[in-house]
């Protein structure tokens, strides 16, 4: 599916509902190794489980371009979200991430605490969608993750982060003091390189 190597100028590279699964995104993270201008990458939707999130590796850790990272409707349940906490702890360059609908949270394992604490060690991520993961392995509803747990960090030690989506199915009291607080925040501008201050007369 992916051969040679990605042309060294691509910065956006968006391949949803694109059914290619683990031995693709394996393919695709040999495909794209080399490229240092990629910012922003899409995988929504592209049949990705868990098994298959460690092929992520080896570029999210190396990577200083990547800015956006978009995972929504893969699989990845609490083991892949386990690794890809993992993986993003030492990534510097993603700012916003689209977890949406990948089937994590509820579990005895302590993943939604980890992911607290990822939120609270990364600085460089700023933006986190994690909405519609209600579902478990047995297909029951349960109220989305542990939010007790993700709002004491965003009102805490997550200060940096400025956008954080999640369904409103919460209590009502907490979402409505989680929407006041995220409200206020706003996305810092980004430096344009090479314009240092001026000189004075």
């Not at 990272?69 to 700012?95: C, T, W």
């Not at 314009?195 to 007369?201: D, E």
């Amino acid at each position: 599916m992916f051969e040679g190597s990605l042309p060294s100028n691509i910065s956006i590279l968006t391949l949803d509902y694109n059914q290619f699964g683990n031995e693709g995104l394996f393919n695709l993270m040999n495909y794209i190794k080399t490229c240092k201008s990629l910012k922003y990458l899409s995988l929504a939707y592209c049949n990705i489980d868990e098994k298959g999130v460690n092929y992520l590796d080896k570029f999210l850790s190396s990577t200083t371009t990547l800015e956006t990272l978009i995972l929504q409707g893969n699989p990845l349940k609490n083991a892949g979200m386990s690794e890809l906490i993992s993986i993003l702890y030492n990534n510097s360059s993603i700012e916003e991430i689209n977890l949406n609908n990948v089937l994590f949270g509820n579990d005895p394992e302590g993943v939604v605490s980890n992911f607290a604490n990822l939120m609270a060690s990364n600085q460089t991520l700023i933006v986190y969608h994690i909405k519609f993961n209600f579902v478990t392995d047995q297909g029951k509803l349960f109220l989305i993750l542990d939010f007790e747990v993700i709002f004491k960090s965003l009102k805490e030690s997550c200060t940096h982060i400025c956008q954080f989506s999640i369904d409103e199915k919460i209590n009502k009291a907490l979402f409505d003091e989680y929407f006041k607080m995220m409200k206020g925040r706003k996305r810092p501008k980004k430096k344009v390189k090479g314009k240092g201050k001026g000189k004075g007369k």
